[in-house]
């Protein structure tokens, strides 16, 4: 069983930069692939990003590829996601999850589990 805390989320200004975190409970967390999505209001889930188990290789959705970056620390049981260049359209709640099976494909959310609660990013014009 893993839980997963994001923190972090804010109100930023447009242009701004924000850090997300996503704290693990767990020993298994440097086993684990982590992804980070997002949901607007009346929108559906959508991928951000993922970062392998060791931390070697990463993905990204391509509404945040070039401003958005994840990272993680396993000693530290957390993964990160560092946001520049904010814009109106990246206001949402942000969320970190494990990924428990690649059978859907890359950033679907089907492939994720033990879902964080949340964190409100929220970028101001």
């Known amino acids: 069983q893993v839980q997963l805390v994001e923190s972090g989320g804010g109100l930023v200004q447009v242009g701004g930069s924000l850090r997300l975190s996503c704290a693990a409970s767990?020993?298994?967390?440097?086993?684990?692939?982590m992804g980070w999505f997002r949901q607007a209001p009346g929108k559906e889930r959508e991928f951000v990003g993922t970062i392998t188990s060791s931390g070697g290789r990463t993905y990204y959705g391509e509404s945040v590829k070039g401003r958005f970056t994840i990272s993680r620390d396993n000693d530290k049981n957390t993964v990160y996601l560092q946001m520049n260049s904010l814009k109106p359209e990246d206001t949402a709640v942000y969320y970190c999850?494990?990924?428990?099976?690649?059978?859907?494909?890359?950033?679907?959310?089907?492939?994720?589990?033990?879902w964080g609660q949340g964190t409100q990013v929220t970028v101001s014009s």
């Open positions: 999850a494990v990924q428990i099976t690649d059978w859907y494909g890359l950033g679907d959310p089907r492939g994720f589990g033990y």
């Open positions: 767990g020993r298994t967390f440097s086993t684990y692939a």
